[in-house]
């Protein structure tokens, strides 16, 4: 691995202020690309942008809406250029029973979790596409994986992650004949600020930092032969 390997790389990085998405867009951006970050939250993004010396871009948004993926990639592609790395890290968490989970809640879990994947996706593609090169990593969750017995109150959010792992075994059928590779990775319990809301203050098994580097292997040409899969990324 080259600490240049993303040298003259463009990457976006939803869900960048905190946790996965955080350490990966910083891995990036030491090892050469110029990254730009989006969250809800423009004054966190810009406190991790700071020190990245104007390799990074904070653009603050909500992921689901369409309007702010424009955005995003507008500023990007005004500043970096074209997106050749996406990074679909945004996500939520909302643990409930069920039969207390409204409608309302139901469709705001698929609309961060899924839709928001399908809009920064659906806009990065034209290019990748023109280009005939360009790789996509979706960050799901082994509660999404079909087999692993689920806890109990994570049924949104279980359904959801399925749905993304679903989303990057069917994209990449797609578009591996145009150049773009799609991968998706599954963590278990990872240390970060929604792990530690949703668990109760249970310990994690791994790091934000352990799975970012899986989600820069998979973005990098070292693994142009990885397409269509979910890596599981977690200590048993």
């Known amino acids: 691995m080259s600490p240049h390997e993303f040298e003259n790389r463009v990457a976006i990085v939803t869900g960048g202020s905190t ?10 951006a030491l090892r050469g690309a110029r990254v730009a970050i989006f969250a809800r939250s423009l004054k966190t993004l810009q406190q991790v942008a700071t020190p990245h010396d104007g390799r ?19 500023e990007t592609e005004s500043r970096f250029g074209d997106c050749d790395v996406l ?15 409204a409608p309302d809640a139901w469709d705001r879990m698929f609309a961060v979790n899924v839709r ?12 990748m596409i023109a280009r005939r090169a360009g790789a996509i ?11 692993p017995e689920k806890f109990p109150g994570f049924v949104s ?18 578009v591996k004949e145009v150049g773009v590779r799609v991968n998706s990775v599954s963590p278990g319990s990872v240390d970060t600020k929604m792990w530690a809301a949703a668990s109760g203050g249970a310990p994690a098994a791994t790091t934000a930092e ?27």
């Open 116 to 127: 928001g994947t399908y809009l920064a996706t659906r806009r990065a593609l034209p290019s």
């Open 210 to 236: 352990e799975v970012a580097e899986v989600i820069c292997f998979l973005a990098s040409d070292r693994a142009r032969a990885v397409n269509g899969q979910d890596v599981h990324v977690y200590s048993s």
């Open 87 to 101: 990074i679909n890290c945004a996500g939520m968490i909302d643990p409930k029973a069920l039969i207390v989970t």
């Open 56 to 74: 990074m871009l904070a653009v603050g948004g909500d992921v689901s809406d369409e309007s702010s993926i424009e955005r995003l990639f507008a």
């Open 137 to 147: 990593v979706n960050v799901a969750s082994i509660s999404g994986v079909i087999g």
């Open 19 to 28: 946790g996965i998405g955080r350490a990966t867009a910083e891995m990036l």
């Open 157 to 174: 959010y279980c359904a959801s992650k399925a749905a993304v792992i679903s989303m990057t075994e069917a994209l990449a059928v797609e």
